[in-house]
């Protein structure tokens, strides 16, 4: 069974608080349970994972490269200026571990600083702008990639 870890960065955990004209009324633990009924519906073992903490993310990163696990990121605010967890991305992808970043928002529709994504050039595909079901996607994107 082929295993991928959700990675969620800063505030993701405010999920069905947090603004939720644009990020929804769900929480983190809807999230989990989709993600969760999305990856055994594909015989897929999803975790869901998220931290406030930059160090913690970019070590998650670390392990999916020593685990060979593909990675479906929302780096959240990490997006715009982390280029520790860019250049952890990037082991990801460069041992040829598929990474799809995810936005449940649309950056490119909001202000001006969230337009630019220092992720987005490393990752193996980006999903933005469809909510919670761009998650969907992005496990469904590696379960393609997976098994070609």
């Not at 405010?14 to 644009?22: A, C, N, Q, T, Y």
């Not at 983190?28 to 594909?42: F, N, P, T, V």
């Not at 967890?85 to 529709?109: F, R, W």
């Amino acid at each position: 069974m082929t295993k991928i870890v959700v990675v969620n960065g800063p505030n993701l955990g405010r999920l069905g608080v947090r603004e939720p004209e644009i990020y929804g009324s769900e929480t983190l633990e809807d999230l989990r349970i989709a993600c969760s009924q999305w990856g055994s519906e594909l015989g897929m073992d999803v975790e869901v994972r998220q931290s406030d903490d930059e160090a913690e993310v970019i070590r998650w990163m670390h392990q999916a490269v020593d685990e060979k696990t593909p990675i479906v990121l929302n780096p959240a605010a990490f997006t715009h200026y982390s280029y520790g967890l860019a250049d952890a991305a990037a082991q990801v992808t460069d041992e040829g571990i598929p990474l799809i970043e995810v936005h449940i928002s649309n950056p490119a529709s909001r202000e001006s600083f969230r337009k630019y994504s220092v992720i987005s050039p490393i990752a193996t595909g980006t999903i933005t702008g469809m909510g919670f079901w761009g998650y969907k996607l992005a496990i469904d994107a590696i379960n393609h990639i997976v098994e070609d």
